[in-house]
């Protein structure tokens, strides 16, 4: 069992920044994959980025390329993602989730075997 837990979320104006961090405890990540998901109001659950724990392979929504960085630091077991230059609609609650071994698809949540309670971030124009 593998328990992640988000944090970092909260109000920002549109143009700042913030840093979510997901703190993974339990199993070991070892080949494991990570993701980052967040689900607007009325919206359904979408893929923002994603990265495998090693670091060396990251993925990204086109809709935050280039404004989000996601990243890992396996001595903490803690994921991360730098958010920048944000928008009124990157406004969602965001959620860490983790698979054993890589997923077959990045941005497919279902591939994902663990989720965390998820932040909320609120950008304001």
């Known amino acids: 069992q593998v328990l992640l837990v988000e944090s970092g979320g909260g109000l920002v104006e549109a143009g700042g920044s913030l840093r979510l961090s997901c703190a993974a405890s339990g199993r070991t990540f070892s080949s494991y994959g990570m993701g980052w998901f967040r689900q607007a109001p009325g919206k359904e659950r979408e893929f923002v980025a994603a990265?495998?724990?090693?670091?060396?392979?990251?993925y990204y929504a086109d809709s935050v390329k280039g404004r989000f960085t996601i990243s890992s630091d396996n001595a903490k077991s803690t994921a991360y993602l730098q958010m920048n230059s944000l928008k009124p609609e990157d406004t969602a609650v965001y959620y860490c989730a983790a698979s054993r071994g890589e997923p077959d698809w990045w941005d497919y949540e279902y591939d994902y075997d663990y989720w965390g309670q998820g932040t909320q971030v609120t950008v304001s124009s």
């Open positions: 990265i495998s724990w090693s670091g060396s392979n990251t």
